[in-house]
């Protein structure tokens, strides 16, 4: 059944992850029924239930927080994405989960699987060993607060760069190069001396791709590219700082070492060789750009100097 978003407001969103995480919940307690027998069915096809059941949740929740043209939708869902992304966090840490699917990977079923399904095992396991199941009790409840915290911490993050309300005030004739109807979608600025366009997408967008002022292009990346500059830096460096203390926590050298031991790549060592490679290639791609720009800028100002001085070094 396709979901109805014209009857959204911050009661049903409310309502729909207080009705979702209550079934999710009924759903840990058969995982948890089912350790003395569990099969694959019981145990990993019971979580990736809930995996589902919480993608789907966020699409009609937490992403209003993003999209919708309600003030107070907009600020529930955000709230409700901070919830429901915490909510994922406490179902990795449950022992009853990691104790039922342990004893499922201890059956023969488990030993028999194949393909998708024993690659899921593997990746089950290692996300629930990643929620520190192995650490000490203390370390653990470590883990939790500074997952938690970075959650808040997201959350606040991409908030901050939702709420800027900034423009770039221009005129009609500042927009050269756009269609009507882009000019027709600006509203006057609060001060009256011209049009404003705002750092959301269909503004930023089109004016970035087609507006013929080269100033006015810049102008309106720097400000949308520094979107909550000051403010989000603060929170940057707590959340490099406590992803620090998580691969402590595991041993790890840093929070690279962390996240990559799970991935392709497995270590940094071979993302910078890889980087390393890439260089002389792109330096390569780089210089047959910038001489392609020098002569579209020298044929529309005459001045190809100031603009690409920066780029010489490649």
């Known amino acids: 059944m396709l979901f109805d978003y014209t009857t959204v407001s911050p009661e049903s969103i409310t309502s729909d992850v207080d009705e979702t995480h209550a079934r999710a919940e009924d759903i840990v307690d058969e995982i948890d029924a089912s350790s003395d027998h569990p099969t694959y069915e019981s145990v990993l096809g019971r979580l990736e239930d ?7 949740l966020f699409g009609r929740t937490g992403f209003m927080g993003y999209v919708h043209p309600d003030e107070d939708t907009r600020t529930m869902g955000q709230q409700l994405e901070e919830r429901i992304s915490k909510w994922g966090i406490e179902i990795s840490f449950r022992p009853e989960l990691y104790r039922a699917l342990k004893a499922f990977a201890d059956t023969d079923e488990a030993k028999e699987l194949t393909g998708e399904r024993a690659r899921l095992l593997e990746f089950a ?5 990643k929620a520190g199941h192995e650490l000490t009790e203390a370390d653990q409840a470590r883990l939790k607060e500074l997952s938690n915290r970075l959650v808040e911490l997201g ?3 991409q908030k901050n760069i939702a709420d800027v309300d900034d423009v770039l ?3 009609r004739d ?7 109807w882009y ?18 997408y269909p503004h930023v967008v089109p004016f970035i791709q087609n507006a013929s002022r080269r100033d006015l292009r810049e102008a309106l990346m720097f400000k949308f590219n520094n979107r ?14 406590i992803r620090q203390e998580i691969a402590d926590l595991f041993g790890q050298e840093s929070w690279a070492h962390h996240v990559l031991d799970e991935r392709m790549a497995e270590n940094p060592e071979n993302v910078f060789d890889f980087y390393d490679s890439l260089l002389e290639p792109l330096q390569a791609a780089a210089r047959e ?3 392609h720009m020098t002569q579209l800028l020298r044929r529309d100002t005459g001045d190809d100097a100031a603009v690409l001085l920066s780029l010489i070094h490649i």
């Open 50 to 56: 809930i995996g589902d059941m919480t993608a789907s």
């Open 125 to 129: 396991l290692r996300d629930f060993r």
């Open 155 to 157: 959350t606040q993050f």
């Open 169 to 171: 005030v221009v005129s």
């Open 174 to 180: 500042d927009l050269d190069g756009m269609p009507d």
């Open 183 to 200: 000019a027709d979608s600006l509203e006057a600025d609060e001060n009256g001396d011209g049009l404003g366009i705002t750092m959301a």
């Open 228 to 241: 909550a500059r000051e403010i989000n830096r603060v929170i940057l460096a707590e959340a490099v700082e």
């Open 289 to 291: 750009e910038i001489a």
